[in-house]
């Protein structure tokens, strides 16, 4: 029995053709053909079961069978605003696993000490489509461009604010701690900082504005791998 396979196709329940890419990799890679199966995903919570109708050059036409909707995996909005790396290579593994791990928004964040100040959307959101086909994620993750750290904080939020950084004299709790608080919503944003970690200003501006200062354990973590530790902690503190 063939394994059914996973396409990314936000327009599945009308498009009737998977997106140029899609079928690319479907008809060039894959080698479907009529009658085969296929598993779309449109990242706003369904799959549809369909089948190749026509498989000819450039175009993967097919007929949905079947609309799946799916739930939730977990409860609650989990979001992520992290300083890329000077690395992107850094910044896409990170991607990549925290959309595997599950999260649900990743926010780009320009800061004082940042080294890199502009980053390529279509190539981060590339990442994050192959992330979710391999996780079977109904949802994809929703990508922001960059935004200074400044006007990021200022925005009005109902969700439970916490800002990591490793100045000790700013006072810090645990974020495992603090997100396994009571509370009445599992709404959570982390803010995570840049390879010189956040200015201790920007810390204070953060924490002025309803942010919870917060460490992430007793190790001193990489960009990525706190970016990375903080999902895991958002999704343990729910589960």
């Known amino acids: 029995m063939k394994e059914v396979r996973y396409f990314y196709a936000p327009d599945a329940a009308t ?55 799916q739930q939730p995996q977990w409860q609650g909005h989990l979001h992520l605003a992290i300083a890329p790396t000077k690395m992107m290579d850094r910044m896409e593994w990170m991607l990549e696993k925290a959309v595997e791990v599950g999260v649900d928004e990743i926010s780009f964040l320009n800061c004082q000490f940042s080294e890199r100040r502009v980053i390529k959307i279509p190539r981060a959101e590339k990442i994050v489509v192959a992330a979710t086909k391999q996780s079977r994620k109904a949802w994809v993750t929703q990508l922001n461009d960059m935004q200074s750290f400044a006007d990021f904080i200022r925005q009005p ?20 701690d603090e997100l396994r608080q009571p509370t009445e919503t599992n709404d959570a944003l982390v803010l995570v900082g840049p390879e010189g970690d956040f200015s ?40």
Do not use: W
């Open 200 to 239: 201790i200003d920007e810390v204070r501006q953060a924490v002025a504005n309803g942010f919870v200062s917060v460490h992430l354990g007793k190790s001193r973590l990489r960009t990525e791998t706190a970016g990375l530790a903080a999902v895991m902690m958002m999704q343990l503190s729910i589960e």
């Open 15 to 69: 498009a009737q053709e998977l997106p140029d890419e899609e079928a690319q990799h479907a008809l060039r890679v894959l080698r479907l053909k009529e009658g085969d199966e296929m598993m779309l995903m449109d990242g706003k919570g369904n799959y549809y079961r369909t089948e190749v109708t026509l498989a000819q050059g450039h175009h993967c036409q097919y007929a949905v069978r079947e609309v799946l909707p």
């Open 157 to 176: 939020r109902t969700c439970r604010k916490y800002i990591a950084h490793c100045y000790e004299e700013v006072p810090r709790s645990y974020l495992f």
